[in-house]
């Protein structure tokens, strides 16, 4: 069964950027969707950013549209969310998932379980 750990999370100043990256182990990972959620406390978890699994496709919520870039890596297993021009309201908990087709892997609701995520809180 496939391992997901997402790190790079942190504490950054409105405006800023952090990159955030989701490894992946247990099987061939290359041939999956990927794509990376958010839940702000006290809020359901959402959509942020996907991509296919050859990295050819990708697809964005409205708000990180032209601030978030998604990236994969297939030779290490690892998927990346580059966040710039972050605002206080993507303060969340972000999580990455994968699926077989990028339609799956928008839909928070396709998913049972979740890794532990990592925490990014953009202060004012």
């Known amino acids: 069964q496939v391992q997901l750990v997402e790190s790079g999370g942190g504490l950054v100043q409105a405006g800023g950027s952090l990159r955030l990256s989701c490894a992946a182990s247990?099987?061939?990972?290359?041939?999956?969707?990927m794509g990376w959620f958010r839940q702000a406390p006290g809020k359901e978890r959402e959509f942020v950013a996907a991509?296919?699994?050859?990295?050819?496709?990708?697809y964005y919520a409205d708000s990180v549209k032209g601030r978030f870039t998604i990236s994969r890596d297939n030779a290490k297993n690892t998927v990346y969310l580059q966040m710039n021009s972050l605002k206080p309201e993507d303060t969340a908990v972000y999580y990455c998932?994968?699926?077989?087709?990028?339609?799956?892997?928008?839909?928070?609701?396709?998913?049972?379980?979740w890794g532990q995520g990592t925490p990014v809180t953009v202060s004012s």
């Open positions: 247990g099987r061939t990972y290359s041939s999956y969707a």
């Open positions: 991509i296919s699994w050859s990295g050819g496709s990708t």
């Open positions: 998932n994968e699926g077989p087709e990028l339609e799956i892997v928008t839909r928070p609701e396709s998913f049972g379980s």
